[in-house]
């Protein structure tokens, strides 16, 4: 997908939510930080972020099928983040664990 078109996708995104596996957060292992999820197309992907603004270098510019990732379609829950601009925390099946070679993802507390 090229920039202008992604750019165009991501605008209209529903998010950001922290993404969690149980009660564990999903972090990126090379920042440390908390991962970001926003649904785009109708909700029907998702993109992953590090930084709830969703500032271009902070955006993994691949839109994955949500339905690979949501254990199911669920509310986004009450997060205790403290980000202003955090929509809440969604539940997520922590599908790819490497989906690019600058960006593993872990779980909270093993990475």
């Not at 969690?20 to 292992?29: C, D, L, Y």
């Not at 929509?87 to 507390?109: A, N």
């Amino acid at each position: 997908m090229d920039d202008r078109t992604f750019s165009s996708f991501f605008a209209r995104r529903e998010g950001p939510f922290h993404l969690s596996v149980g009660n564990r957060s999903v972090v990126r292992r090379e920042t440390g930080k908390r991962m970001f999820g926003s649904f785009v197309d109708y909700d029907n992907k998702m993109v992953l972020h590090d930084e709830a603004d969703g500032r271009e270098d902070s955006v993994f510019r691949i839109a994955f099928p949500a339905r690979d990732w949501r254990a199911r379609r669920v509310e986004a829950q009450a997060c205790g983040c403290g980000e202003p601009r955090c929509k809440g925390r969604v539940s997520v099946r922590l599908h790819e664990s490497h989906p690019s070679p600058h960006w593993t993802l872990d779980l909270e507390g093993l990475a």
